[in-house]
């Protein structure tokens, strides 16, 4: 049972160049989510999803796209690196209703670098 | 937009000793969720609380869903070292159709063997 699985776990970037972010989780949850964290800022929402064919916004989404093509993938995408998307990157999973409702499930973490 | 406020910001406290943190919020919250994250890890649940009163422990950890539902608290009883990390509280906003679940800016906890 792998639970959420993040990849790459590590990256390098330059500024302008583009990358992708993979998320998969095998529970079979409605709900998937990206959060990035930085030092006393806590987990910020980035962008989430209800379900496959679905995205939306969260707390801090410029400079970032999603897909949910398939309900167990979400996919963060980076278009123009900047020096400021330098952070760890958290993907989450939940059920939306009954026991465990909007309870998160985290992946490990992605932590990219924009030089 | 919805914030979630955690206090104190870190702790430094020694082995034995009991801790209590809390988490505030301008807004109602429907259910409150306390992670924890270690070093190099993603967060993982500690307790999960629904209803207003609420109050639920998990071994040493006992958490309380405030009556006025602006507010949890967690209580960590007789410290010990793996204990360390970032404590966050979370909650589902209600703002919006879809619930998206916002974080606090956690709460550091150190502890001196």
Known sequence: NAGVTQTPKFRVLKTGQSMTLLCAQDMNHEYMYWYRQDPGMGLRLIHYSVGEGTTAKGEVPDGYNVSRLKKQNFLLGLESAAPSQTSVYFCASSYTQGPGANVLTFGAGSRLTVL | ?113
């Open chain 2, 1 to 113: 937009g919805q914030q979630l406020n955690q206090s104190p910001q870190s702790m430094f406290i020694q082995e034995g000793e009991d801790v209590s943190m809390n988490c505030t919020s301008s807004s109602i919250f429907n259910t409150w969720l306390w992670y924890k994250q270690e070093p190099g890890e993603g967060p993982v649940l500690l307790i999960a609380l629904y209803k207003a009163g609420e109050l639920t422990s998990n071994g040493r950890l006992t958490a309380q869903f405030g009556i006025t539902r602006k507010d949890s608290f967690l209580n960590i009883s007789a410290s010990i070292p793996s204990d360390v990390g970032i404590y966050f509280c979370a909650g589902p906003t209600l703002k919006t159709s879809y619930d998206k679940v916002i974080f606090g800016p956690g709460t550091s906890l150190s502890v001196i063997p």
